[in-house]
């Protein structure tokens, strides 16, 4: 038995690499900084290879398939991402773009060769409480990059479940978890964050129950159940607030 996940060095990508190791899978783990990565397979219970590639270059994504395609991986998580928060007009252009590319085309160049390939049996793509939203004043290009995942998976899982697929997806949205993201950002969160090592046993569990969509806590659950009976300039409005706080 055997899992990839990418962003895999740190926060809840390497939660869900212990966890998955303890539950005696083998793991190929994938981010930029290969150190870290060093650090952290001589730490984990089962066989453990590491692959450091910036996933934000595209043709790294490619390459990254091609070396591990034969590996007989039955578990993709898709988790590496970031966020940028700041006024729209300020923040730079070129970390925006590079934001998309590992936030967006990474998730669907992955999916897409993942889910041609024979061994592989869950997909699970790690989106946010903020893909959920319609739209997310002072953080605008996250929110969209996160909804583009929650889009993409939806529709990937019911063509799947119509041909009958052996492959089941999942999509994880999360509110607030402690990890690196926040110092990335350069924000504080506003409302009480969630343990990393929660959100992912969560995660991989309900992963395993093949369920669609997986929201930690009960909070943001009720949370986006209601924000779909706000009218839209209300919710903007009360999202402005809540990201404001977090400078
Ligand atoms: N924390 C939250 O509140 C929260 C809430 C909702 C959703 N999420 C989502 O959860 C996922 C994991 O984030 P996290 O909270 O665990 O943050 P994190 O601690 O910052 O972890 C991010 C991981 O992604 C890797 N990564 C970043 N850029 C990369 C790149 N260009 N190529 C390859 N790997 C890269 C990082 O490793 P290197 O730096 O070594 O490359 C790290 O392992 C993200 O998709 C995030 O959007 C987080």
Redesign the pocket.
């Known amino acids: 038995m055997k899992a990839l996940i ?9 939660e869900m690499a212990k966890y998955l190791s303890s539950l005696n899978y083998d793991l190929i783990l ?4 290969k150190g ?2 060093k650090d952290i397979q001589k730490c984990m219970e089962t066989t453990t290879e590491i692959y450091a ?5 595209i043709d ?1 994504c490619f390459k990254l398939y091609n070396e591990v395609k034969d590996k007989k991986i039955d578990i993709i998580i898709n ?5 940028i928060f700041g006024d729209y007009r300020e923040n730079n252009l070129s970390n925006e773009l ?1 934001m998309i590319d ?2 967006i085309k ?1 998730v669907h160049i992955l999916t897409k060769l993942f889910v041609n390939n024979k061994s592989t049996k869950y997909i699970l793509n ?5 893909g959920l939203m319609r739209g997310g004043p002072l953080m605008s290009g ?1 929110y969209a990059t ?1 909804s583009y995942v929650c889009s993409y998976t939806f529709a990937l899982y019911e063509e799947l479940r119509k041909n009958n697929s052996k492959i089941h997806v999942s999509l ?13 950002a350069n924000v504080n ?1 506003s409302i009480n ?1 969630l343990d ?1 090592k929660y959100v992912a046993k969560y995660a991989i569990d309900k992963m395993f129950k093949n369920k669609l969509l997986i929201i930690p806590g009960y909070t943001m659950k009720f949370s986006i159940f209601f924000a779909r009976f706000i009218p839209i300039k209300v919710l903007l409005k009360i999202t402005y607030k809540i990201q404001k706080k977090k400078k």
Not at 6 to 14: P, Q
Not at 172 to 184: A, D, E, K, Q, Y
């Open positions: 990418t962003g895999a060095s740190s926060g809840i990508g390497l994938v981010s930029r900084d870290k990565l590639f910036d996933l934000s270059i790294n988790n590496a991402g970031y966020g590079n590992l936030n990474c790690v989106s946010s409480s903020a996250y996160k994880l949205c999360p509110g607030p978890v402690s990890t690196n993201f926040n110092n990335r969160f964050s990393a």
